[in-house]
């Protein structure tokens, strides 16, 4: 299955520019949008950003194979996943995950799965920018 | 307490215009944004949208005691809320709920507790306008 019928993307887009082409619905009334943000420090160290890599088919199919069973498993929902990939700086997002459902209560419970299994399975590398120090 | 100091507010501004105005954080590794939104239908017959009204100091008073004590209970975290009140078109939001923490977990309990808090207790009417049958 293609990534582009899961809604899912791994690209160096911001999450904004993703999240900003999303069309509404008139048939769920709940929609939430995840964004994991980089924060400005790593085991105590202040850091500008993470530069984000991976092999994207890789990564892209793993994507594909955990929203392709978490409809299996809840087919009322809608999903749309994105990952930024290169350098995210500090305060900006680098994971999107829109979950759209009838009603709240499945928003929720559904949102935190597909993070849950993102974080677990997804093969994409993490290499914290360290700020320097002041010479 | 002003409405002001906790993000709260109750207007006709659509949810759109209020989080294009989000500042980012760099300390909040999470950062989820619910949107409730005006489905079409209610009770099995078909609507257009609903128009949303209340008494706005009564129902801001009530806002602003759910987050006083929700910054209370989990002083951890930045919350904003909007509720867009006047006529909302069905696939539009009505409720927005944005809530900033350092790690993923907590942002789903907080957002969830402020979604059933909200719903339970702030007084804001819903008048579901009709689809007109078919002349």
Chains 1, 2 share one sequence.
Not at 107 to 118: H, K, P, Q, T, V
Request: proline share 5%; aromatic share 6%.
């Amino acid at each position: 299955m293609a990534s582009s019928d899961l809604k899912v993307s791994i690209s160096e887009k911001t999450v904004s520019s993703v999240e900003a082409g999303f069309p509404p619905s008139k048939h769920h009334g709940a929609d939430i949008r995840f964004h994991g943000v980089v924060r400005d420090e790593e085991d105590g160290r202040i850091i500008t950003g993470i530069d984000y890599s991976c092999y994207p088919d890789m990564a892209g199919g793993e994507l594909d194979k955990i929203v392709a069973t978490m409809l299996d498993e809840n087919p009322e929902h809608l999903v749309a996943i994105h990952h930024r990939i290169g350098f995210v700086a500090a305060g900006e997002a680098s994971l999107l995950i829109r979950v759209q459902t009838a009603h709240s209560q499945a928003a929720f419970d559904i949102s935190r799965e597909y993070l849950r299994r993102i974080k677990k399975t997804v093969p994409i590398w993490k290499k914290p920018i360290f700020a320097k120090n002041p010479s």
